[in-house]
């Protein structure tokens, strides 16, 4: 197990030791455990076979609470799951979720502070990952403002100027 504190702002990475792949070439696949620490981030999940990667998501004021929503959700269906603890203990704490295949979870939130997401995989299979956004909720039920898992829209044209004394065709 490898292990980070991290603010959100990076991700703890294994890059593929392939020798027939340079490591510019080699995906980037999580690995290892991964303290989120902020008020609210993104959690990229890329994986390959035999995947053990853990973020535990920890909000700093400890009268909030936890909420995960996923934005994107392919894993090998039967095979390799995501499972959602509520408390970072996953021998200690209750299970939110587990989940396999490519079907949105419907979002989940803790009781408490922290939250312990834990993606596994098998030898054989694997697939895309998963995106999930997680926030940190006030004991009011107020929530922090938080990276969009949206791409910035598009800026509207402008339209075509009208010249006065042009020629229209």
């Given amino acids: 197990y490898g ?3 991290t603010d959100g702002s990076c991700a703890l990475r294994r ?4 020798p027939a792949c340079s490591s510019e070439d080699a995906p980037l696949l999580c690995a290892g455990l991964q303290e989120l620490t902020s008020q609210s981030g993104i959690i990229t999940a890329q994986y390959g076979s035999n995947a053990d990667c853990s973020w535990d998501v920890r909000c700093p004021d400890t009268d909030s609470t936890v909420r995960l929503t996923f934005a994107e959700f392919a894993l090998e269906s039967g095979y390799d799951y995501v499972s959602v603890f509520d408390g970072s203990d996953a021998n200690q704490t209750m299970l939110l979720l587990h989940h396999s295949g490519h079907s949105l979870p419907n979002p989940v939130n803790t009781s408490s502070r922290s939250m312990l997401v834990h993606l596994t995989s098998d030898s054989y299979l694997d697939d895309q990952g998963f995106t999930a956004q997680y926030q940190c909720i006030s004991a ?5 403002i938080s990276p969009s898992l949206q791409p910035e829209p598009e800026p509207e044209p402008e339209p075509p100027s009208c010249v006065p004394g042009a020629d229209i065709w």
Avoid at 15 to 18: F, S
Avoid at 140 to 144: L, P, Q, R
């Fill in 3 to 5: 292990h980070m504190v």
């Fill in 15 to 18: 890059i593929d030791t392939d």
């Fill in 140 to 144: 009011d039920g107020s929530e922090t």
